[in-house]
C-alpha cells in the first residue's frame, strides 16, 4: 500500500464546506455514493440525497474552521482515508456556536481523469470533544 497525500484529496472539499458551495461539495461523491452519519439520516444513498442533506446542513451551520487530522493509504484505484476533523462554526437558526468533532473513514476511487471521488463516507461525532 502506498500512502496518499491527504491534502490533495481534502483540501478542495474542505475548502466547499468553508464556502457552502454545494455543486462543488456534492461533486466529490460518485453517482451512488453511500454516507453514513453526515445528516439526519442514518444511511444516504446517491448523490441526490446527499445533496438535499447536506442542503439542509448547509442551510443550518456556517462552518468557519474545518481541521482534519487524517491519514490514509491507496491500493490500485482505491484511496482508504481516516482519521479525526473538527467543525467550528455557527448554527444559523439558532445563532449558537457550534463545536463538533468527528471520527471519519471513507473510500474513494479513482477516475478516469485521475480525480477522487468518495465512495463511502461514514462519519461518526464525538459525544464529547476529545480531551474534555
Known sequence: MAAVESSVINDPFVQAMLDRDLDTFVSFYEDDAITYGLGPSPVTKGKAAIRKEMAGMFQAIKCDTFDW???????GDTAYH?????????????????????????????????SWKIAVDHASVFPTPPGA
Open 69 to 75: 487530522d487524517d491519514t490514509g493509504e491507496v491500493v
Open 82 to 114: 481516516w482519521g479525526t476533523w473538527h467543525l467550528v462554526g455557527t448554527n444559523l437558526i439558532t445563532n449558537e456556536k457550534v463545536d463538533m468533532w468527528a471520527r471519519t473513514l471513507d473510500v474513494r476511487k479513482r477516475q478516469a481523469d485521475g
